[in-house]
């Protein structure tokens, strides 16, 4: 080999070196997404939905079972019934992991999005059934397994461990040298472990193993979102009670986005939101005080009819939050009185669940919301997209 080609060998191989220097396991892709409350790859989200681990699509903006096999029973020992259990479920972009759990027991299960290809990654136990969720940084799937210190006391001081499991499989590892409650929930980046603890929220530096503890602003959380590079603290900011005939409790929520040393407050008057890519939809909560009272109509209550008061806490309207800018784009509807749950953005709709209020019925309508450009939105059911995949 000459001079020559021995210069170009080492600037190549300097190169490539450098090239997996700055290359991270940890990573989502960029069309893939992961929330507290659902995960969404592409144009369909993901969720627990009254029991029943569903997918959500423009085309199916009421939600499809992921069990598709039109001979199956349904009954306890089928793999739809344990999906169905799911209480959280996220995604690497390319596979489903869920968290089931029943008799103090935890399952946690990779699948396909179509259902299909079924793996049991670990179970591990949980302190009285406790529920928290599992998250991935797209190598590792994160959990807090619970114990006792006595293993034969129930009721007694529990603890938790941070636990972690490949996404690929093998043995689950206790991965950090720290006990946590068993409530705690585990997160992570290219950079840092994020721990949320009985409302203390600790910053663990992969590398350097230097800890960062601050209190959370809300009083409850739902937990982290780890998006765009940036961290955000989604939870509840307020609980506001009102009585009329019955009385209600209702939650404001709020979103914070950690600085490196503190949160600060992004969105305060939250009552539903969903992400989107660079921002987030929600509807605005009205102050307390201006809480209407739309009207009252008898119901069943699982005892008898008694009087339920339907009550307005929102604004009527449906603001888009750009996170990097702080710019909000607000959208109003054909009536305030009507109702929007936003769970998820998709091809430029936002689908939701609505109900209007102003017909006193519990009854929710699940449809795509189109933003127009003259600030109003226009309501659309099933849509067929020629690029969405056919469900």
């Given amino acids: 080999m000459n001079e020559e080609m021995k210069k170009l060998f080492f600037i190549t191989l300097a190169a490539l070196l450098l090239l997996c220097s700055c290359s991270s396991p940890y990573t989502i892709p960029e069309n893939a997404l992961n929330t507290p409350a659902y995960c969404q790859i592409d144009n369909v989200i993901y969720m627990d939905w009254a029991a029943n681990l569903k997918r ?51 399952t946690i299960t990779a699948i396909n999005t179509d259902g299909s290809g079924r793996e049991t990654l670990c179970e591990f136990s949980m302190c009285n059934g406790l529920v928290t969720n599992i998250s991935t940084d797209g190598k590792y799937v994160y959990f807090v397994e619970g114990l006792y210190r006595n293993p034969s006391d129930t009721e007694g001081d529990s603890y938790g ?33 994020y721990i949320t603890d009985n409302g203390m929220f600790s910053v663990i530096h992969r590398k350097s193993g230097e800890r960062t503890d601050v209190p959370m602003p809300p009083p409850e959380t739902y937990g982290l979102i780890l998006h765009d590079e940036n961290v955000y603290l989604y939870g509840i900011a307020a609980y506001h009670e009102y009585q009329i005939n019955s009385r209600f409790n209702f939650a404001r929520k709020g979103l914070w986005k950690w600085n490196g040393t503190a949160f600060e407050t992004v969105i305060s008057d939250i009552d539903q939101l969903a992400l989107d890519v660079g921002g987030v939809w929600y509807t605005p909560m009205l102050p307390i005080e201006e809480f209407v009272l739309v009207g009252s109509k008898e119901s069943y209550d699982g005892k008898g009819q008694s009087l339920y008061d339907f009550i307005r806490t929102w604004t009527g309207e449906l603001v888009y939050h750009d996170l990097a800018t702080g710019e909000k ?22 689908i939701a669940a609505v109900n209007d209020y102003s017909k006193l019925s519990f009854t929710y309508d699940y449809v795509n919301l189109k933003p127009e450009a003259d600030g109003t939105v226009t309501v659309h059911e099933a849509i067929k997209i020629e690029s969405e995949e056919t469900t």
Avoid at 56 to 80: Q, R, W
Avoid at 169 to 193: P, R
Avoid at 337 to 345: D, F, T
């Fill in 56 to 106: 959500f699509s423009n085309s199916t903006p009421e939600g499809m079972s992921l069990c598709f096999d039109p001979l199956c029973s349904h009954a306890k020992e089928d793999f739809c019934a344990e999906i169905s259990g799911a209480c959280s479920v996220v995604t690497d972009g390319e596979r489903l992991y869920l968290k089931t759990s029943s008799y103090g027991t935890a």
């Fill in 161 to 193: 461990v941070p636990m972690r499991i490949s996404c690929k499989g093998g043995d689950a590892e206790a991965f950090l040298d720290m006990e946590v409650s068993a409530y705690a929930e585990i997160y992570a980046d290219a950079d840092n472990y």
């Fill in 329 to 350: 784009n607000v959208y109003r509807t054909d009536s305030e009185n009507l109702k929007i749950e936003p769970y998820g953005a998709a091809n430029g709709y936002i």
